[in-house]
Nanobody, 114 residues
Framework: QVQLVESGGGLVQPGGSLRLSCTASVSIFRLYVVGWYRQAPGKQRELVADINTGGSPTYADSVKGRFTVSRDNAKNTVYLQMDSLEPEDTAVYYC????????WGQGTQVTVSP
């Protein structure tokens, strides 16, 4: 059974930074598209950023220039570096790993507040 273990969420002030990590128990991690979604209270889950098997990233317009997604295939891990955080970034962040099937992490809370 595939497991995704997330870490790195927490409380941060506006303008601050956080780094999320997600390690997946899949074989041949490099063949998967990996990334991050988020869901704020009362809103639908939305794509934040993902990175394909060739290493090319995609970002939501709202995070471009502030967030950076990266992957370490040797460690089966995807990262999300979040800088210049805003209150609007407050949400539960979910790791996503997909190839023929889609797998989700348990979610990690990110709260941006003074």
């Amino acid at each position: 059974q595939v497991q995704l273990v997330e870490s790195g969420g927490g409380l941060v002030q506006p303008g601050g930074s956080l780094r999320l990590s997600c390690t997946a128990s899949v074989s041949i991690f490099r063949l998967y598209v990996v990334g991050w979604y988020r869901q704020a209270p009362g809103k639908q889950r939305e794509l934040v950023a993902d990175i394909n098997t060739g290493g090319s990233p995609t970002y939501a317009d709202s995070v471009k220039g502030r967030f950076t997604v990266s992957r370490d295939n040797a460690k089966n891990t995807v990262y999300l570096q979040m800088d210049s955080l805003e209150p609007e970034d407050t949400a539960v962040y979910y790791c996503n790993v997909r190839r023929f099937n889609t797998y989700w992490g348990q979610g990690t809370q990110v709260t941006v507040s003074p």
